[in-house]
């Protein structure tokens, strides 16, 4: 007697799926078999934009923010406040200050935080390019908008000790975000209210 | 000032995920923001295993089973005995049950429960197929192995009343399933003993 198994192409899709972050291979068999019987154009939909991904985005070279083209639509927007370097761990954390409405500055992405357990040194983020960016001149004030948890504030202090030397005013968002808790999950009016009552480092 | 957008291709992707089940917003954009940063190759893996699913699964035209060719691999396997059919819900169920190596018989993939609220009726199942392979002969014994929930209860029920004039062994899988669970979240030894321990309905 053989065991009847999954067929190939909805066990390929599974382990796919079971890849990804948050995903285990009980929820994979499940997205696998829905989309199974999802319709044809919503499964090429996926497929298309899964596929698209690499190809159409691109990182900024002055904020390294991703974006459709570079420098980015905000980088090279002359009405926003090019004074003004709003510094953030992730390009989810630009998206989510943007939604706010509450900042007309620019972003400097550093993809990621200090962290010793996951082995990213400063040398892993864009803090040199930070720093190139304000001895370059015409920055007036730096935001350091990392997420409020141990590495967040590790990470800001340590991009403060860098550029305190350069004579730029360095602010952190206003304790206003939970500690512990993620920038990207907060929401509009607490973060806009943060980003209100920021404070000299 | 123009805001800053999340690029198109990835807010589609965000968007496309969303629609999957369990998939919230936010999970959607962590996803799009993982694959993004993926190798090229699991991007292109994870949509061609998307893209393929329709073309390549094929439904058993005796049990109703998802497979890769018709009649499925258990079907036409002539080492299994064919007089006894295990009746479940969803092919996931089958696999799960598969995965015990405690069944030798064969399948009957109802394809959903009797449900009011979801307007599932018996001639939305494949009840009727059911019958129709009782009725042409040679089938000795029926599991209905249908989740122990109120819906997997009340269409054992309903099959079972279609079954009993036909003079047709009925059993249900033993009670050892918690009563609410969901067959397909049950550990290997749990769903193995539950079939040992069969009883007549």
Same mark, same amino acid.
């Given at each position: 007697m053989r065991r009847g198994n999954v067929p190939a192409p909805i066990a390929r899709l599974r382990?796919?799926?079971?890849?990804?972050?948050?995903?285990?291979?009980?929820?994979?068999?499940?997205?696998?078999?829905?989309?199974?019987?999802?319709?044809e154009e919503q499964r090429e939909a996926l497929a298309a934009a899964i596929a698209s991904l690499g190809t159409e985005v691109v990182t900024c070279h002055i904020c390294?923010? $991703? +974006?459709?083209?570079?420098?980015?639509?905000?980088? #090279?927007d002359e009405a926003r406040d090019h004074r003004l370097i709003c510094v953030v761990e992730e390009p989810?954390?630009?998206?989510?200050?943007?939604?706010?409405?509450?900042?007309?500055?620019?972003?400097?992405?550093?993809?990621g935080v200090l962290s010793p357990l996951e082995r990213m040194g400063p040398d892993d983020l864009k803090i040199r390019e930070l720093v190139d960016r304000v001895r370059a001149g015409g920055?007036?004030?730096?935001? $350091? +908008?990392?997420?409020?948890?141990?590495?967040?504030? #590790?990470?800001?202090?340590?991009?403060?000790?860098q550029l305190a030397p350069l004579g730029v005013r360095v602010t952190r968002l206003a304790r206003g975000l939970p500690m512990g808790g993620d920038l990207e999950y907060a929401d509009e009016v607490t973060l806009a209210r943060?980003?209100?009552?920021?404070r000299p480092v």
């Open positions: 382990d796919e799926l079971a890849r990804l972050p948050g995903i285990g291979p009980k929820t994979a068999s499940r997205l696998a078999f829905y989309l199974l019987r999802a319709p390294y923010n $991703l +974006a459709e083209q570079d420098p980015c639509s905000i980088c #090279a989810l954390d630009v998206w989510a200050i943007e939604r706010t409405g509450a900042f007309g500055g620019v972003y400097h992405v550093l993809h920055v007036e004030e730096v935001i $350091l +908008a990392t997420n409020p948890s141990f590495e967040g504030e #590790a990470t800001a202090m340590y991009i403060y000790q943060a980003l209100e009552g920021r």
